[in-house]
């Protein structure tokens, strides 16, 4: 249970990555009140945290009624994170990320009003996207009775309130980390996440053609 815990905290850690959230969130609020500002990241972790969910607990049936079989799902799963993780080595999704978000905000300032960004761009796909869904989907998969299962699901509502701690504290906690720092913790977590996404495809090939 404590392996399948810490695995599961430090997966979601990096494909959601909280600190990572902050400068996206900050950008997209910029300019609005703090009433404004705490509702958008209530919401937008509060939408995720719905989305995540339902992948988690409803996944597995569903991939059934597909007829896609645990193990493929398993393979492209983890080739899925692998390349987040290279994107993450050399800085393109953050860029991505920032891209979409100035887009975001440049609509917002043609409106009269503040725009809602807590289900797009914030929930989905900044927290709740193809690589977390994947992740929570994967995990819950592996997990081996209802021990196992509250242990992916209780790292997960960890990320999920360290977001949300993240999201509310963004203009702070953006002046103290930095630039470079959030670069240099990007690039070691996207050497960890494509280890652990190695690992998906290794077991999935395993069970696949039977290999102990």
């Known amino acids: 249970m404590t392996e399948i815990l810490i695995s599961a905290f430090i997966t979601f850690f990096v494909v959601i990555d909280p ?3 902050a400068p996206i969130f900050n ?3 910029a300019g609005t009140s703090a009433a404004h500002q705490r509702k958008m990241a209530w919401k937008s972790v ?3 945290t719905g989305v995540l969910l339902f992948f988690a607990l409803l996944g597995e049936p569903l991939l059934h009624a597909l007829g896609i079989s645990l193990d493929a799902f398993r393979i492209a799963g983890g080739i899925m994170l692998f ?5 993450m080595v050399f800085e393109k999704r953050t860029e991505r ?3 979409r978000a100035e887009q975001v905000a440049k609509e917002a300032d043609a409106g009269l009003e503040h725009e809602d960004i807590s289900v797009f761009p914030m929930g989905i796909p900044m927290i709740a996207g193809p690589g977390s869904i994947a992740s929570v989907m994967l995990l819950t998969s ?3 009775g209802w021990v196992e299962m509250a242990a992916v699901l209780g790292a997960l509502g960890l990320i999920l309130l ?3 701690a993240a999201l509310l504290a963004a203009g702070p906690l953006m002046r103290k980390l930095g630039h470079n720092l959030e670069a240099m913790i990007t690039r070691l977590l996207g050497v960890i ?5 190695a690992q998906f495809v290794v077991d999935g090939v395993r069970q696949s053609f039977g290999v102990a």
Request: charged share 15%.
């Open 19 to 21: 600190p990572g959230c």
């Open 162 to 164: 360290l977001t949300l």
């Open 27 to 29: 950008s997209l609020t």
């Open 97 to 99: 990320r920032q891209n």
């Open 193 to 197: 996440l494509a280890a652990l996404a």
């Open 46 to 48: 509060g939408i995720a």
């Open 83 to 87: 390349l987040i993780a290279i994107d």
């Open 142 to 144: 592996r997990s081996e």
